[in-house]
């Protein structure tokens, strides 16, 4: 069975301070994707990542898939408030057309 | 710019009713999803779609069910509401394939069932 763990499940922090979030998993995947969803709306999908060891930037997030394709993080340098939300990774099933989805870091960016 | 919309953001029905969620997807995309999405159990997938009139059961399909007639359109019905599918409901499209293929989300429905 494919899983995704993240970590941490909760992150509270102060306005501009840096913080990474983690997905992992002891199985490959094809490519994983991170959202970010706001209260009350749908997750936003903010990137894709294929290759091994790929990184790639979206303004002050920053996303890394493993060499080995079984995890990935996100790293936000000099956090605001708008990027207080959920973000999830999530990733294609290998045997089947569902997505598995990670467990989730709620993130609560303080002014 | 990508784009899936959901008929209502905010419904409100009595236990016993029957209810239809509706999702359009302007991305011609082949794969359609319903998800629900309740504190502490993440998504889950309650039905997806591959093609026109093709559904598959996902991980919770008990009291649901699908209709997919056209192909930028996926409805989700409650045949007979319950107060535990009091939840938020999100649908999904993405290209058709097993890999490297990411989903589009539509804004969700929050539905309480009283």
């Known amino acids: 069975t494919q899983l995704l763990e993240q970590s941490p499940q909760f992150l509270s922090i102060q306005e501009g301070e840096n913080l990474t979030v983690y997905c992992n998993s002891s199985?490959?995947?094809?490519?994983l994707q991170w959202y970010r969803q706001e209260p009350g709306e749908g997750p936003v999908l903010l990137v894709t990542?294929?290759?091994?060891?790929e990184v790639k930037k979206l303004k002050r997030l920053t996303f890394q898939f493993g060499d080995a394709r079984k995890d990935s993080s996100l790293h936000i340098t000099a956090a605001q408030t708008g990027d207080t939300g959920l973000y999830l990774c999530?990733?294609?099933?290998?045997?089947?057309?569902?997505?598995?989805f990670g467990t989730g870091t709620r993130l609560k960016v303080l002014a | 710019d990508v784009k899936v919309t959901q008929s209502s953001r905010y419904l409100v029905k009595r236990t016993g009713e029957k209810v239809f969620l509706e999702c359009v997807q302007d991305?011609?995309?082949?794969?359609m999803f319903w998800y629900r999405q309740d504190p502490g159990l993440g998504l889950r997938l309650i039905y997806f779609?591959?093609?026109?009139?093709?559904?598959e059961k996902g991980d919770i399909p008990e009291g649901y069910s699908v209709s997919r007639e056209k192909k930028e359109r996926f409805s989700l019905i409650l045949e007979s509401a319950s107060t535990n599918q009091t939840s938020m409901y999100l649908c999904?499209?993405?290209?058709?394939?097993?890999?490297?293929?990411?989903?589009?989300f539509g804004p969700g429905t929050r539905l309480t069932v009283t």
């Open positions: 779609s591959y093609d026109v009139k093709m559904k």
């Open positions: 999904a499209s993405s290209l058709r394939g097993r890999g490297g293929y990411e989903q589009y």
């Open positions: 991305m011609d995309h082949e794969n």
């Open positions: 199985s490959v995947f094809s490519s």
């Open positions: 999530a990733g294609p099933s290998r045997r089947t057309y569902k997505y598995i």
């Open positions: 990542v294929v290759t091994g060891g």
